[in-house]
């Protein structure tokens, strides 16, 4: 073979190599916009018909059997709720929890010990013939400091459903408190089992037996034995626990405060509080939408035994609505932060709640001059959505007096009172206009980034591409070194 068809085979070779590579990039990076809570209660309920109770867990601890404990391993596993998102639930929408368990016991066992005086010999027990594993216990449910339970076998639902009545997840029975370092913690759901696996054996003993006379004198040993049931048992004891999103937003105008502001310093700042985590904040003029910031998008994360769960992808910049490319871009803006600290905020609270997510929208827009109704609305992770609406007078920033201020007041209003409505960021390619993080704590919205679909696709293909060129560049013969070769 020539060694240029050589060469050509290799690098055929490696480029499959790289487009297989690049595929697999592509395959572990599928984020999606929405949480998809019905696909993946689509994929449980599939994992749930091929569960096996026979296989053994990594994280299961095998023991060696004997006739008191012919059972080697046994768990008892709480899986994934659903709905719920990177591992919180919703108190409006009780959640159902997926569960498996599985054991393994000996079908035979045997032992034999020396016996004592009067009679030396050997004592041998057996066990034979098991009859089915049977898991009984019970589910334990509880919701900050109300609880349930319900009784719990290998033919209870998958999932099982929730027997805490359904006053446990009003608002009024949940609480945000306060953790280290002013972290937040939200009312936790607990998920317990505690329950046992029993399987039936049939357990021989043989064993030699003394003799006596009628006057209690020892005579000597005859073999005996005897046959009974024995239930073996191995207790089963797990736990899950969830936080609680819960309650409703608390809305703030903070500036302006008296609701008017000028038409050349437009200036709208905001700030929500809530105990629900944001998929986005949207704010919509006149009833029209006007801008939107993403938080995250969505990723499915597998569990044990196919079972898979959502998981937040969170963004480092918010997707932002663009302006008129004649306007000028550094003034018109909307940022939106967040941040996840305990806050008590008693002075302005009536009802003395406590909030463990910070939003703070800062909108500076040229709003038409007059009245305009503002709009906020805030949607989470189980696509619940709460909305704010306000008033807001713009009043032209004029200080032309006399007969010339009709005119200007006109001219002004005719060129402000109908503002091109924005549109949403997406220069292509999974580019979007957006704001950079500024620090650990605050996530804003401005600058241009990749969506975290497209960053890790583009860096593991150029990864895989310069990996294989160097690869087919150490394996390919030089054509300097062939030429002297056949000459």
Sequence with gaps: MAPESGSALRFCFFSVICIFLFLCQISSAELSDS?????????????????SHEAKPSWVVEEQPSVNQPITWAYFYIGPAS??????????????????????????????????????????????????????????????????TAPHSASSPNPALSPLAPT????????????????????????????????????????????????????????????????????????????IE?????????????????????????????????????????????????????????????FVSVRRAEIEAASEWNVPASSDTSSYLLEANSTFLYLLPTAL??????????????????????????????????????????????????GIGGPDAKAASLNLLDSRVTPQMPSFVDLGGGVFRARLLPSDKWREAQAIFFTPSSLPLIIGGLIAIAVC??????LAPPQEKTRRKTG
């Design 35 to 51: 949480p998809q809570h019905n696909a993946v209660l689509a994929r449980n309920l599939q994992a749930v018909a091929s569960l």
């Design 83 to 148: 709905p719920s998102s990177s591992g919180r639930v919703s108190n409006l929408h009780p959640p159902q929890v997926f569960w498996n368990w599985g054991e393994h016991h000996e079908a035979h066992v045997e032992e034999s010990v020396q016996s004592g005086p009067p009679c030396d010999g050997v004592i041998t027990t057996t066990l034979n013939n098991p009859g089915e594993p049977v898991l009984s216990g019970t589910l334990i449910w509880s919701a900050a400091d109300k609880s349930a």
């Design 168 to 243: 446990a997840w009003l608002d009024a029975n949940l609480h945000t408190t306060e953790g280290a370092n002013r972290t937040s913690i939200l009312p936790p759901l607990t998920v317990s089992f505690d329950g046992y696996v029993n399987v039936e054996y049939v357990r021989s003993r043989y064993f030699p037996r003394p003799v006596y006379d009628a006057k209690g004198n020892f005579v000597g040993c005859v073999p005996d034995s005897s046959i009974e049931i024995f239930t073996a048992s191995r207790r089963l004891v797990s736990s899950r626990v969830w936080p």
């Design 246 to 306: 819960h309650g409703e937003p608390l809305f703030m105008r903070l500036a302006p405060a008296d609701g008017e502001q000028l038409s050349l310093h437009p200036n709208a700042r905001l700030l929500t509080l809530a105990n629900r985590n944001a998929r986005q904040l949207s704010i919509s003029l006149n009833s029209t939408s006007l801008a939107s910031s993403r938080f995250t998008r969505y990723e499915i994360k597998s569990e044990e035994f196919g």
């Design 349 to 398: 609270d009536a009802q003395n709640r406590s909030f463990a997510w910070q939003f703070s929208q800062f909108l500076r827009y040229p709003l038409p001059l007059g009245i305009s109704q503002l709009g906020l609305a805030l949607e989470d992770d189980f696509g619940n959505k709460w909305n704010y609406t306000w008033a807001m007078r713009t009043r032209a920033g004029s």
């Design 469 to 474: 060129f160097h690869i087919f560049m150490t």
